[in-house]
């Protein structure tokens, strides 16, 4: 069975085959899951999603020549257990749209310049690294997408969350995690614009991260609703009129 790496990176194949646009791509992402970010999808979603895009045409080719691919040990298993982390952090980063291309020939490109700086030579397959060399292209890979990260937050002014000794938070898990909920919620967001829903101006006290909520257009109508902040992720009771958001910190 493939993993939610390996298909993600197939679905990005099929819709380079399929030559579909981004519209189009997300289109159909929404039709089959009901979601238009592969990275939010469970394993079965993406099972449902590259599904569809063979049932439109695409056709997964493997490749007969020889060294072309991973280059596996004996028991059939990567070298590195660092390379999985480095395909998935590569195609996560194309989900973000922090590098054009996902496919394999791009990500080893990337490899050889990293390697190249660190033994003169470079290696020119992922697949092929060894422990020592993976886990620097690793660390390399996970700075540079931390660097774009900050950098659209800074451009955002949200400042990131600290931890219990006032210190902001540096771990590349929590700041992509931060990223990826911002991420969602900017996508929930649009599809309410989209639709024409009437929004207000709002903020979580906790950290002041600014975002927009759907509002009722009747004045006799209050929704109320438990949400928990992207950035800190404590948890607030919004209470939403035509004219009002108010948020009540939940103890």
């Given at each position: 069975?493939?993993?939610?790496?390996?298909?993600?990176?197939?679905?990005?194949?099929?819709?380079?085959?399929?030559?579909?646009?981004?519209?189009?791509?997300?289109?159909?992402?929404?039709?089959?899951?009901?979601?238009?970010?592969?990275?939010?999808?469970?394993?079965?979603?993406?099972?449902?999603?590259?599904?569809?895009?063979?049932?439109?045409?695409?056709?997964?080719?493997?490749?007969?020549?020889?060294?072309?691919?991973?280059?596996?040990?004996?028991?059939?298993?990567?070298?590195?257990?660092?390379?999985?982390?480095?395909?998935?952090?590569?195609?996560?980063?194309?989900?973000?749209?922090?590098?054009?291309?996902?496919?394999?020939?791009?990500?080893?490109?990337?490899?050889?310049?990293?390697?190249?700086?660190?033994?003169?030579?470079?290696?020119?397959?992922?697949?092929?690294?060894?422990?020592?060399?993976?886990?620097?292209?690793?660390?390399?890979?996970?700075?540079?997408?931390?660097?774009?990260?900050?950098?659209?937050?800074?451009?955002?002014?949200?400042?990131?969350?600290?931890?219990?000794?006032?210190?902001?938070?540096?771990?590349?898990?929590?700041?992509?995690?931060?990223?990826?909920?911002?991420?969602?919620?900017?996508?929930?967001?649009?599809?309410?614009?989209?639709?024409?829903?009437?929004?207000?101006?709002?903020?979580?006290?906790?950290?002041?991260?600014?975002?927009?909520?759907?509002?009722?257009?009747?004045?006799?109508?209050?929704w109320d609703s438990l949400v928990g902040c992207p950035v800190c992720r404590k948890q607030f009771m919004r209470i939403v009129t035509c004219h009002s958001v108010i948020m009540r910190a939940?103890?």
């Amino acid at each position: 069975m493939m993993t939610k790496p390996q298909l993600i990176r197939l679905i990005h194949i099929a819709k380079s085959k399929l030559s579909l646009d981004d519209e189009t791509y997300r289109a159909k992402l929404q039709a089959a899951v009901g979601k238009t970010s592969c990275t939010a999808m469970t394993h079965g979603e993406l099972q449902t999603v590259y599904q569809s895009f063979q049932d439109a045409g695409f056709k997964r080719q493997f490749s007969k020549k020889k060294g072309a691919h991973v280059s596996p040990n004996s028991q059939g298993k990567n070298k590195a257990p660092e390379i999985a982390k480095i395909r998935a952090i590569w195609l996560t980063m194309h989900e973000q749209w922090f590098v054009t291309r996902p496919d394999e020939s791009s990500l080893n490109a990337y490899v050889m310049r990293q390697t190249k700086r660190l033994n003169g030579v470079g290696v020119a397959e992922v697949g092929w690294l060894n422990s020592y060399l993976a886990y620097k292209v690793l660390e390399a890979l996970k700075a540079w997408h931390l660097r774009l990260i900050k950098g659209i937050l800074k451009t955002r002014r949200i400042v990131l969350p600290t931890n219990r000794n006032g210190d902001e938070v540096r771990s590349y898990d929590a700041i992509t995690g931060v990223y990826e909920r911002i991420r969602q919620l900017d996508e929930y967001l649009n599809n309410c614009r989209a639709r024409g829903d009437f929004m207000l101006a709002s903020s979580f006290p906790c950290c002041g991260f600014r975002f927009e909520t759907p509002a009722p257009t009747d004045r006799a109508e209050t929704w109320d609703s438990l949400v928990g902040c992207p950035v800190c992720r404590k948890q607030f009771m919004r209470i939403v009129t035509c004219h009002s958001v108010i948020m009540r910190a939940v103890r």
